[in-house]
């Protein structure tokens, strides 16, 4: 199975600060990978899918990047409602597997 | 309103059944790959199984296989997951999910509020 690995495990920021999560995968995914933002009591809500691609009515401060074995999720500008814990997911396999997550909170 | 909505979940005893279903809403259910992730306790998202649109092909991760089985039936839009030999490991929030494709593994667009799995003697 492919192996993925989220880095940081935790991300304290700024209000308006530039954050980045990298994801690494023990395969090339080609482009075949997605985020999710999720917040405690509420179901995951996918950003981005195809490394790059946001889902209809996400912020735009919210964009992916990568390809084979290193994705990441950027948010422009960090803002209150963005705190969450952020996973990478591959659909490159016919197993899908998650990372560990990345818990943002504002400083 | 387009959703998903599980149940099924409850307490069982280490090596019981439980059979969790999922109804989706206001999609047409039979066009997309569908899919189980849970959550334990205090742990992260974890995918166990995806099934595609006509229920031929399926997928489990290793810690699952040969105990859970993945199953639907387009014309009641439900899916299901029969789960036998539970085990302590297995305690967590079951997410009923849509994939955007066809696909038994996808991006999923959808996630229903899930439902919780208690496995304790």
């Known amino acids: 199975d492919i192996r993925m690995t989220q880095s940081p495990s935790t991300l304290s920021a700024s209000v308006g600060d530039r954050v980045t999560i990298t994801c690494r995968a023990s395969?090339?995914?080609?482009?075949?990978l997605a985020w999710y933002q999720h917040k405690p009591g509420k179901a995951p809500r996918l950003l981005i899918y195809k490394t790059s691609t946001l889902e209809i009515g996400v912020p735009s401060r919210f964009s992916g990047s990568g390809s084979g074995t290193e994705f990441t999720l950027t948010i422009s500008s960090l803002q209150p409602d963005d705190c969450a814990t952020y996973y990478c997911?591959?659909?490159?396999?016919?197993?899908?597997?998650f990372g560990q997550g990345t818990k943002v909170e504002i400083k | 309103e387009v959703r998903l909505v599980e149940s099924g979940g409850g307490v069982a005893r280490p090596g019981g059944s439980l059979r969790l279903s999922c109804v989706g809403s206001d999609f047409t259910f039979e066009d997309f790959g569908m899919g189980w992730v849970r959550q334990g306790p205090g742990k992260g998202l974890e995918w166990i199984s995806g099934?595609?649109?006509?229920?031929?092909?399926?997928g489990y991760v290793d810690s699952v296989k040969g105990r859970f089985t993945i199953s639907r039936d387009n014309s009641k839009k439900s899916l299901y997951l029969q789960m036998d030999s539970l085990r302590g490991e297995d305690t967590a929030l079951y997410y009923c999910?849509?994939?955007?494709?066809?696909?038994?593994?996808?991006?999923?667009?959808?996630w229903g509020q899930g439902t919780m799995v208690i496995v304790s003697s």
């Open positions: 997911q591959q659909y490159s396999d016919y197993i899908g597997t």
């Open positions: 099934i595609n649109v006509n229920g031929g092909t399926m």
């Open positions: 999910v849509k994939g955007r494709g066809r696909l038994r593994n996808d991006a999923f667009d959808l």
């Open positions: 395969e090339d995914l080609r482009s075949w």
